[in-house]
């Protein structure tokens, strides 16, 4: 009985240790790092998003619900994540400018994005002639709103590197359709 005891003892205890340490992101000492691991969970929902778009463009309305799914899914994610990173010595500003750019971005998957993924539901493969015009014009107002935030989210990472000492190259932005 003891050893029983003892063992549900130590199982609780080391899941208490994963669950308190495994979900959390690391806290930071190095300002390229931190820099880093903000860009890489943008770019992991710019690419979600660009893979949406795509869908958009080019589906018969056969996978963009998974697509959608996919991007609402990753886009969460992205942003719980940059949420709980924490400010990095006593500077918070570039966080807070990335949680708003995910944050923006999933008020456009629930808004503007929905309604284009429900039109090509709706229409599939078989899209009357009025309707392209309008939907390529809401498609193009997302984009529009996209590359304004990511603008300022630009500005705050450039901040950053210049009050931390690095510098930042940005990838040109997409040309405007």
Not at 20 to 29: A, E, I, L, N, Q
Not at 75 to 99: C, H, P, Q, T, W
Not at 140 to 154: L, P, V
Request: glycine residues 4%; contains cysteine.
């Amino acid at each position: 009985m003891k050893q029983t005891t003892l063992l549900f003892t130590a199982v609780i205890a080391l899941f208490m240790l994963s669950a308190s340490t495994g979900c959390k992101p690391p806290r930071f000492t190095d300002p390229v790092a931190y820099n880093d691991s903000i860009i890489d969970r943008i770019d992991k929902n710019t690419d979600v998003l660009s893979a949406l778009d795509d869908d958009l463009s080019y589906d018969d309305g056969s996978k963009i619900n998974d697509s959608y799914k996919a991007a609402i899914d990753t886009v969460n994610k992205v942003l719980n994540y940059i949420k709980s990173m924490g400010e990095f010595k006593g500077y918070d500003d570039f966080r807070k400018a990335a949680e708003t750019f995910v944050q923006n971005d999933l008020n456009r998957l629930n808004g503007g994005y929905k309604e284009l993924v429900d039109e090509v539901v709706k229409y599939g493969a078989d899209w009357p002639d009025d309707a392209i015009d309008p939907f390529n014009d809401k498609l193009k107002k997302i984009d529009d709103a996209g590359i304004a935030d990511m603008d300022a989210f630009n500005t705050a990472q450039d901040k950053f590197a210049t009050k931390f000492n690095f510098s930042v190259m940005h990838t040109p932005e997409p040309e405007k359709k």
